[in-house]
């Protein structure tokens, strides 16, 4: 890769921040547009990410951050955890953005000077309020997902670093995510689920689930990133589907601002959904910024912090926005590549270091890659490895020696899956295709979301 921007590519990127900035400085007069700041600060964020990859890919290879492609004919080193440039600008970026739903709020509200003497009524901040303008409280929960970005980015670093262990990765993300727990304790609060209407007349309307909820949250915190670091290993993958994510929570965002009842005074429900937005666009940028470098052939891997930024971002917008439920219902493949792979990730199988798909020298295509057993399993094992392979559909394939013992036996992820199903193929047609299933996945996960979840239960929450 080069270091350097084309002319082009220098052009289009000035281009693009100088208009991002004009309309910047538009939105100081009158009465200040967030959402449009917002999706310039976007713009920007794209533009400096693309830059610094391109300049820093070098620097990032001298200090032995290089990885090896190892789905390529030449395996060339190119290098690795670049998705660290793209977390540090999204942290600026939030950071600088934090005056902008804020700062007319708190002062339009008071006598400014951080007075308080003239605090109009509470009635009025809450409802009287234009649609972008958050309310000071919201100010703790943009912090605190500040903070727990922060701390997972740190992390994810050190794990580029060091390559931590398995056991040790999975909990990274919990101590992230205490600084949001903590916002959403104090902030919020609930602890109660709505019941579905097909079982309200054994538990009631609501079940208070207490601290079993903040369970929920926290695992919610470490499923997402972990979840988007096993879902890796063909270029472009983590990024892509990062970024499926995001547009999908955004149509989600959009749809229920849409759908929130209309009138000048909005409701204060909107606010989580906007908070969501601010948080979104900007991942969104850095992400296209990315995704340009990282997509087949690769030019540059993203490293395990961006799989963790990315899914911690996710967590946030989905924990602090209350819509977890949907958030999850956003990430199906990667729940079933979770539920797919425990087995080797609680060790009843053997789990090598990479189970990326292996590539045929011969042939330029991707197979299943597979995983040696030292000694046979246990005959319960062989039994359920059996039981699998003979399923309606394989859900894995076996090789046995002459005396009918299994010796190998494909990796368990959903893209090797998807190989046994569907037979080799190259490396980017594998990705369009695993990223048109999230996609479709997705869109039946929002039309479920918004239109069949009255079916279950009895009123929705957006309204
Ligand atoms: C996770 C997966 C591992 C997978 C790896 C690939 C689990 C438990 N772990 O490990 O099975 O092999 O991600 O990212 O599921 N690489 C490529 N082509 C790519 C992307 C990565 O060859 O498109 C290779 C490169 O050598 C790169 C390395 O994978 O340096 C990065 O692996 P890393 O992210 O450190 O692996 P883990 O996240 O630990
Ligand atoms: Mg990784």
Redesign the pocket.
């Known amino acids: 890769m080069t270091s350097t921007l084309t002319r082009a590519e220098t052009w289009s990127l000035l281009t693009l921040s100088a208009c991002c900035v004009g309309i910047i400085v538009n939105t100081f007069q009158g009465d200040g547009e967030p959402l449009i700041a917002s999706l310039a600060f976007s713009g920007i964020a794209f533009s400096f990410t693309f830059s610094l990859i391109r300049w820093l890919g070098h620097t990032f290879m001298k200090a032995n951050l290089k990885?090896?492609?190892?789905?390529k004919l030449k395996k060339v080193e190119i290098p690795?955890n670049m998705g660290a440039v793209c977390a540090v600008v999204y942290l600026l970026v939030i950071i600088v953005f934090i005056p902008f739903p804020f700062y007319k709020d708190i002062v339009a509200a008071t006598s400014g000077g951080g007075n308080r003497e003239f605090v109009v009524e509470h009635q009025q901040v809450d409802t009287g309020r234009i649609l972008h303008k958050f309310p000071h409280n919201k100010l703790a929960s943009y912090l605190s997902a500040i903070l727990s970005l922060q701390s997972v980015v740190l992390l994810g670093i050190g794990d580029d670093l060091f390559d931590i262990r398995?056991r040790h990765k999975l909990f990274i993300p919990a101590f992230a995510a205490i600084p949001m727990l903590v916002v959403y304790f104090v902030d919020y609060g609930v602890t109660n689920v709505v019941v579905p209407v097909q079982l309200e007349p054994y538990l009631g309307n609501m079940v208070d689930l207490g601290w079993l909820y903040y369970a929920y949250m926290a695992a919610v915190a470490i499923f997402c990133p972990n979840s988007i670091?096993?879902l890796?290993?063909?270029?472009g993958i983590e990024v892509s589907q990062s970024i499926v994510v995001g547009f999908l929570l955004l149509a989600n965002d959009i749809l229920s601002l849409w759908a929130a009842p209309s009138s000048p005074t909005p409701h204060p429900a909107t606010d989580p959904h906007l908070f969501s937005i601010y948080l979104l666009l900007p991942f969104l940028g850095v992400s296209m910024a990315l995704w340009w470098h990282n997509w087949y052939p690769?030019k540059v891997?993203v490293?395990?912090t961006y799989c963790y930024f990315a899914g911690m971002v996710f967590a946030i917008v989905g924990i602090l926005g209350h819509f977890s439920k949907t958030l999850l219902l956003l990430l199906i493949p990667q729940i079933a590549n979770f539920i797919y792979?425990a087995p080797q990730?609680f060790r009843l199988i053997p789990?090598p270091r990479?189970?990326?798909p292996r590539f045929n020298t011969r042939s330029g295509l991707l197979e299943p890659s597979v995983t040696q057993w030292p000694r046979p399993p246990s005959r319960p094992v062989a039994w359920m490895l059996d039981l699998l392979a003979n399923f309606p559909l394989p859900m894995l394939k076996l090789e046995k020696n002459s005396k009918g013992e299994i010796i190998e036996s494909t990796n368990l992820?959903i893209l090797n899956l998807w190989l046994v199903w569907f037979g080799p193929r190259r490396e980017d047609r594998l990705a369009i295709e695993l990223l048109a299933m999230q996609a479709t996945c997705g869109i039946i996960g929002l039309f479920v979301r918004h239109k069949l979840a009255l079916l279950v239960f009895r009123e929705d929450n957006r309204a």
């Open positions: 990885g090896r492609d190892m789905s690795e398995w670091n096993i890796a290993g063909i270029n690769a891997f490293g395990d792979s990730l789990c990479h189970r990326l992820t």
